[in-house]
Nanobody
Framework: QVQLVESGGGLVQPGGSLRLSCAASGFTISSYAMSWYRQTPGKERELVAVISNAGISTMYADSVKGRFTISRDNAKNTVYLQMNSLKPEDTAVYYC?????????WGQGTQVTVSS
């Protein structure tokens, strides 16, 4: 079965850091572009970061540029999102997505809460 499983979410204080992981099983991510999305109640799911299959090209939402870093380790079949200088407005459910020529796989999401 094809699965993406996110982990690493939790409660963190403003200014703190978290690293999210997305572990794939049932397929190999090396051919897929990998993305992180986030969603809060009443808002559309928004794209946070994208990394190309070779890991050479990345893209970030303006709201997280300079604070978040997406990376991948194809040998471990895992994608990461390093989140630094976290703000309360970063609070959301974060989702991992794998995409190849219109075919997309989603993870179940992991909650990130930034609060004092």
């Amino acid at each position: 079965q094809v699965q993406l499983v996110e982990s690493g979410g939790g409660l963190v204080q403003p200014g703190g850091s978290l690293r999210l992981s997305c572990a794939a099983s049932g397929f190999t991510i090396s051919s897929y572009a990998m993305s992180w999305y986030r969603q809060t109640p009443g808002k559309e799911r928004e794209l946070v970061a994208v990394i190309s299959n070779a890991g050479i090209s990345t893209m970030y939402a303006d709201s997280v540029k300079g604070r978040f870093t997406i990376s991948r380790d194809n040998a471990k079949n895992t994608v990461y999102l390093q989140m630094n200088s976290l703000k309360p407005e970063d609070t959301a459910v974060y989702y991992c997505k794998a995409t190849l020529r219109g075919l997309g796989f989603w993870g179940q999401g992991t909650q990130v809460t930034v609060s004092s």
